[in-house]
């Protein structure tokens, strides 16, 4: 059992309102390499829920549809930007290709972009549970997240991730 399985098998937490009980939340952030976006994503996301008092109740993780990156730990202006804006991350993290079977293990997968959800459908051999979305869906703007490779603008990156991750957390307690 590795530790997200784990993570899911943990005790039952009150959830947001406390009305009920339910299990821990298992969202995976995904883009091309998981050395820019995806991984800003999943610092970005945890932060928030640290804030809010519900970094117990979900599982944050990322992802890539390519293995280019296959090993490479962050790429340092994603943490610099990260740093900047006082956003703690994973130094020792490094980037790995999403597999099948994370399509059960997580309940929500959450691409950068079109070409990543297109990815991420054909890498999980379909979306029968519609839980492959985009992130900046959830703020109401059906575009990609900024891609700060080719632009080297982090910061405008930075400003569209901490934009949908804060829809994102607003969806979840909703
Ligand atoms: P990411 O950024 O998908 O946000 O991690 C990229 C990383 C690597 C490449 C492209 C984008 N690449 O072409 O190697």
Redesign the pocket.
Known sequence: MDAVDQAAVRVEKPNAKNTYLCRMQKILFV?????????MAEAIMRHILQQKGQADNYKIASA?V?E??WGNPI?PP?ARILRAHGIPYDTERI?RQMKAEDYDRFDLIVG?DEANVLAIRRIAGGDPQNKVHMLMDYAGCHRAVA???YTRDFETAYRDIMTGCQALYDHLMS
């Open positions: 883009c091309l390499g998981n050395i820019c976006r995806s991984p890539a390519s280019e990156e790429y994603a980037a950068m891609d700060p490779w």
